[in-house]
């Protein structure tokens, strides 16, 4: 039998749509839109390209690029060719990515006009990047000079060589944000993300008939392989946008009939405050989706409140997972309030502790999980792919509870539990203690080094505009209904917080700033 009658890869699965459903739009994005059948034939092309400058299967190939149309097409094109794809953080400094590009050992570098001096000036950082490719934008934008064209690689009419590809070929490596050493590039084969693909499809509901939104960054595997990647495996209609803000997601959600869309809590929360929110007509959008951090509660209802036609979903992993570990499903949003869920269909999910026992209901413990979406390891990193495995289980690093159904709460990361005072105290629980004042719209509770309390727990507050609110009245209200060494210690209000271009919360910047 020839291998190629059993193959089941990432850039298969756009072919097979194409098969299915030929005329249908695949992707907009701006001026841009492409169908089924045009998708796929492009893809092919750029990987003949790709093929005729001398990238070979196996190689990384490295991505520092915005979302758009380009990024869509250069995803599958690597995947048909074999290569395995590198997406870079667009927000990280050159030395960052540098520090990226050395370790995956990548000598191709796709870049966008607004990104391609970082991209050059990391290059030069002592990598193997020996070419620079060009990618369209969302918006018009010129090749830049000394770059290789996207256009030129879709010109190809070259045949794309036979290229002998396994479901357990490696096919992409996803670093790690580098919260607490340097980052770790996650390595993830093509049937660790197509198992992830069928567990999105059946848990979150991912549908043909979709017509999705992808506004949060493509080089994150949440927007690339949860929601992008399973869509095309289905066949839906897909918008891209590099612009993850209310003005331009607001309109983008009326103009296009948008069914579909996923975003953190801080950008759901940027649209319930923004003015266009009420005079934007958003009847068509059916299913929202959220991760990255636990929706706090008050939000959560006023979501159920303001869009009460959205069926939501909370869906959580991590990297090393491709990324989908466990999901709450819409009937459960309220009788379930915080919960992370349970196991998706191709995930087991324990809450243990030190000794990988389980634990008692309601018992902080950690989340390990076993499936065939994880990675393989950690690419050139056997310490801690060793670590990360320990006891055969995959070691998540994020505490938690499970009830007596088996749903469980995430309380906290390891590195986030403030110890203080001689007790730990989880910050998302004061957190969701402080969104019940009616004055807050976001809020981090973060441990700062204090000489008696060695950390105390510390609140950072924006209000929402046009309200007022004051450190005597937070800690009246936190003392007033949880233990008062959980009750904040110290309250800083702030006119943002920093975000990340997931929507993640940086805790560590926050450290750094207000720590000193």
């Given at each position: 039998m020839h291998p190629i009658t059993r193959r089941q890869t990432i850039a298969d699965a756009l072919r097979r749509s194409a098969?299915?459903?030929?005329?249908?739009?695949?992707?907009?994005?701006?001026?841009?839109?492409?169908?089924?059948?045009?998708?796929?034939?492009?893809?092919?092309?750029?990987?003949?390209?790709?093929?005729?400058?001398?990238?070979?299967?196996?190689?990384?190939?490295?991505?520092?690029?915005?979302?758009?149309?380009?990024?869509?097409?250069?995803?599958?094109?690597?995947?048909?060719?074999?290569a395995v794809l590198v997406p870079i953080n667009f927000m990280l400094k050159a030395d960052e990515v540098a520090y990226i590009l050395r370790h995956a050992g990548a000598e191709t570098l796709a870049t966008d006009s607004g990104l391609a001096d970082l991209a050059r000036a990391a290059a030069a950082l002592d990598t193997r990047v020996k070419e620079f490719l060009w990618l369209p934008s969302e918006d018009p934008s010129e090749p830049v000079a000394g770059m290789v064209s996207f256009d030129d690689l879709a010109a190809c009419d070259a045949p794309l060589p036979d290229v002998m590809l396994a479901s357990t070929d490696l096919a992409q490596i996803v670093y790690t944000s580098g919260t607490e050493s340097t980052p770790k590039g996650a390595m993830l084969t093509h049937d660790a993300v197509l198992w992830q693909y069928v567990s999105c499809v059946v848990d979150a509901a991912i549908a043909a008939d979709d017509l999705t939104l992808h506004a949060l960054p493509l080089y994150h595997c949440a927007q690339l392989d949860v929601f992008f990647g399973p869509a095309i495996y289905m066949g839906s209609t897909n918008v891209i946008t590099a612009k993850p803000v209310p003005d331009n997601l607001l309109p983008l959600i009326a103009r296009h009939g948008i069914t579909s869309f996923f975003a953190p809590p801080t950008v759901w929360i940027a649209l319930l405050r923004s003015p266009l929110f009420e005079t934007t007509d958003l009847s068509s959008l059916a299913k929202g989706y959220y991760g990255a951090s636990i929706m706090p509660v008050e939000v959560l209802r006023e979501l159920a409140a303001r869009l009460p036609k959205v069926r939501l979903w909370n869906l959580y992993g991590q990297t090393e997972i491709a990324p989908l570990a466990t999901m709450l499903g819409p009937d459960d949003q309220l009788r379930k309030p915080g919960s992370c869920g349970r196991a998706v269909l191709n995930v087991e999910t324990r809450v243990v502790d030190d000794q990988l026992r389980d634990v008692a209901v309601g018992e902080v413990g950690e989340i390990v999980h076993r499936s065939p979406h994880l990675m393989l390891g950690y690419f050139h990193d056997d310490a801690r792919t060793e670590?990360?495995?320990?006891?055969?289980?995959?070691?998540?690093?994020?505490?938690?509870?499970?009830?007596?159904?088996?749903?469980?709460?995430?309380?906290?990361?390891?590195?986030?539990?403030?110890?203080?005072?001689?007790?730990?105290?989880?910050?998302?629980?004061?957190?969701?203690?402080?969104?019940?004042?009616?004055?807050?719209?976001?809020?981090?509770?973060?441990?700062?080094?204090?000489p008696r309390w060695v950390e105390a727990v510390t609140a950072v507050i924006v209000v929402k505009a046009g309200q007022t609110l004051t450190e005597a009245e937070v800690i009246a209200h936190c003392t007033t209904h949880m233990a008062s060494f959980k009750s904040p210690k110290r309250v800083v209000f702030a006119d943002s917080l920093p975000k990340n271009p997931s929507g993640k919360l940086l805790k560590r910047e926050l450290r750094q700033v207000h720590g000193s």
């Open positions: 098969l299915r459903r030929p005329a249908k739009t695949a992707i907009i994005c701006g001026s841009t839109s492409w169908t089924y059948a045009g998708f796929d034939a492009l893809v092919t092309r750029v990987a003949a390209g790709l093929s005729q400058r001398g990238v070979r299967p196996g190689d990384r190939v490295a991505v520092l690029a915005r979302n758009s149309h380009g990024f869509a097409a250069l995803r599958f094109a690597l995947a048909r060719l074999g670590a990360a495995f320990e006891g055969g289980w995959f070691h998540s690093g994020d505490l938690a509870t499970i009830d007596d159904e088996g749903f469980i709460t995430v309380v906290d990361r390891k590195k986030d539990m403030i110890k203080t005072g001689g007790e730990n105290v989880a910050s998302r629980e004061v957190e969701e203690m402080i969104y019940r004042l009616p004055q807050v719209s976001e809020v981090a509770v973060i441990g700062l080094p204090d």
